[in-house]
């Protein structure tokens, strides 16, 4: 079929990831349905990724930016120019399941009251345990993958509701874009998928996880590793944009109190990690974004839902949240007395 006939585009975005891109387009090309197609738009890549594509990939949509623009801008293109109803956004460090994309064209047969789902992301090393399975949230503003490091199994192989998706492994219908915008450009990368959540959520739409939908995820193929400048001063940046954002003035007052205790307790991991100047620079970075940032409220804020009934759902995400962690440390043998005060005080 040509492209503008496809069920479902997928998008994939590419700064120097040649060394993970065949495995990825390869096991596209492997996929039981045929009802899609695929757009790599690649951030200014130096490695060779552009000549694999052109040569190796002739099928792709391949997109070019001259620079790393990073991400949101990245999947922004990709979505602007899309023609097929249904968006798929996927890392380029994924290897797909063979009946992924089958299974998301049952769900979206099955759900027709849901505007995005999220895929159910494992170890592409250790491939019984889970990257995550539809995301939670914090209320201090960041969100949290369900199941993450847990080994695959109940309750995760059901489907559910969900807080919302990560956006390394989400099927989006493409019209929800026109009514709560695209990915903010100006978070670069890194939580840009919890402000489209909140966005998603605050008006009143839905997001439901699909457990045979089956991808397999390295992570942190791109940055190099999970904590280090980047995303110290990222994740510093944009949780607090995120509060700014879409918090309702009646919730940041409620929920003051976990908000500073999340705040806390990450300047302290942050200070631990050694990483105290990163965090300083997201910092400083905030202050300067605050009057754009402050400015997008009215269209973060143009919800159908209430601050009362947005405020719920951001307390049920992050009952989930809590619950999927308190999970994985009982298994590890860890301690939950921490996070069972918090539960009692808190939620």
Request: glycine content about 8%; hydrophobic content about 40%; aromatic content about 10%.
């Amino acid at each position: 079929m040509a492209r503008n006939e496809q069920l479902i585009e997928i998008i994939i975005p590419n700064w120097n990831g040649k060394r993970f891109l065949q495995d990825c387009l390869d096991s596209l090309r492997h996929q039981s349905s045929r009802n899609f197609s695929v757009t790599v738009v690649d951030n200014g890549s130096t490695d060779g990724s552009v000549a694999l594509l052109e040569t190796d990939y002739p099928e792709i949509n391949l997109l070019r930016f001259p620079d790393n623009r990073g991400f949101s801008a990245a999947v922004n293109l990709g979505i602007e120019r899309a023609t097929a109803p249904w968006i798929l956004l996927l890392n380029n460090d994924m290897e797909i399941d063979r009946d992924c994309l089958s299974s998301l064209e049952r769900g979206i047969e099955q759900y027709p009251e849901y505007d995005f789902f999220a895929l159910k992301m494992r170890s592409f090393h250790q491939r019984d345990v889970l990257d995550g399975a539809g995301d939670g949230v914090l209320r201090g503003g960041v969100g949290y993958r369900l199941g993450t490091m847990e080994h695959d199994g109940p309750p995760y192989d059901t489907d559910k509701d969900v807080f919302g998706a990560c956006a390394g492994a989400a099927l989006y219908r493409r019209d929800m874009f026109s009514r709560v915008g695209l990915f903010d450009n100006d978070f670069f990368a890194y939580l840009e998928d919890v402000d489209l959540n909140m966005r998603a959520r605050r008006a009143g739409l839905r997001c439901r996880f699909l457990a045979t939908a089956v991808v397999y995820h390295i992570g942190s193929a791109t940055s190099g590793s999970k904590i280090n400048p980047l995303t110290i001063r990222l994740s510093t940046r944009n949780n607090l944009n995120v509060l700014i954002k879409n918090y309702p003035i009646s919730l940041l007052i409620r929920f003051f109190p976990v908000i500073f205790l999340y705040q806390a307790a990450w300047l302290v991991f942050a200070l631990k990690k050694k990483m105290g100047l990163p965090y300083l620079h997201g910092l400083v970075q905030f202050l300067g974004q605050m009057p754009q940032m402050l400015a997008r409220r009215r269209i973060a804020g143009d919800g159908l839902i209430s601050p009362r009934d947005f405020g719920e759902l951001l307390s049920q995400g992050e009952r989930d949240a809590v619950s999927s962690i308190m999970a994985r440390r009982d298994s590890e043998g860890k301690n939950n007395l921490l996070l069972k005060i918090y539960w009692k005080l808190f939620l």
